[in-house]
């Protein structure tokens, strides 16, 4: 009788921890030090030279953050990279030879929570907010992905200085398929989705402020170590 008490606590827990809890913690970034690192980024290698791809986040930025390009996602010195810059606009380059892909202005709101999405589908790259189409362009951009560390919430410029995103950072996520080439109804912001075969990275920062990583709810279970100044708060 004791052995199956035993079991059946054990297989419990199991099925807790197979998925965040719902205590819609997000990161409070502060624009400066504050982000974490994966250091094992095997999923995002998965995908390295993909010509369909989705990077996605929530975000309640402050401003545009650490030297106007606030990184949501950085991999250290190989181009890569999901930001938020000037004119309140969605940033995203996929390596250097590609360079500087950029939504049109007035892409995102300050103090308000807005989903923003880049997808491509080998022929256009497409910026999205709220699942709204905002803005997309005929480019030949293929992902550049090393094993270097990959960023979250910051990130170093050109200049080899900081690129802190400053706000609220939630549920991260990358896939190995476009999603979206028109206007869709976004994934609820702090509500568990399990992930499917495309997804090869999902950060959703619920573990709560008392742990010093975050998982990653795919099977390649990259593990974002905090670093800096980094908070994990409630929803504001």
């Not at 940033?91 to 995102?108: H, N």
């Not at 990959?150 to 706000?167: E, L, S, T």
């Not at 390649?220 to 905090?226: D, G, H, L, P, T």
Request: proline letters at 5%; charged letters at 25%.
């Amino acid at each position: 009788m004791i052995l199956r008490v035993l079991f059946i606590l054990i297989s419990s827990t199991t099925l807790v921890f197979s998925q965040p809890r719902s205590w819609n913690y997000c990161l409070d970034l502060d624009g400066k030090t504050a982000g974490g690192k994966i250091e094992h980024i095997d999923g995002l290698q998965s995908i390295k030279g993909a010509r369909e791809y989705t990077f996605e986040a929530w975000v309640r930025p402050r401003t545009q953050g650490g030297g106007g390009r606030g990184r949501i996602l950085d991999q250290e010195k190989s181009g890569l990279t999901f930001y938020l810059s000037d004119d309140a606009r969605i940033g995203f380059r996929p390596s250097r030879d590609a360079g500087w892909q950029l939504s049109e202005k007035g892409a995102v709101t300050y103090w308000k929570w807005q989903h923003v999405a880049v997808t491509y589908d080998g022929k256009s790259l497409r910026f999205f907010v709220d699942g709204i189409l905002f803005s997309a362009s005929v480019v030949d951009v293929p992902l550049t992905i090393t094993r270097k560390p990959v960023w979250i919430g910051n990130g170093i410029g050109d200049d080899d200085k900081p690129r802190g995103f400053d706000g609220w950072l939630d549920d991260v996520r990358v896939s190995s398929t476009c999603r979206w080439t028109s206007n869709f109804v976004p994934p609820v912001r702090g509500k568990y989705a399990a992930a499917d075969e495309a997804t090869v990275l999902y950060l959703a920062f619920d573990e709560g402020p008392a742990y010093d990583i975050v998982l990653d709810y795919t099977p390649y279970n990259a593990e974002f170590i905090v670093q800096g100044t980094l908070k994990r708060v409630k929803s504001p």
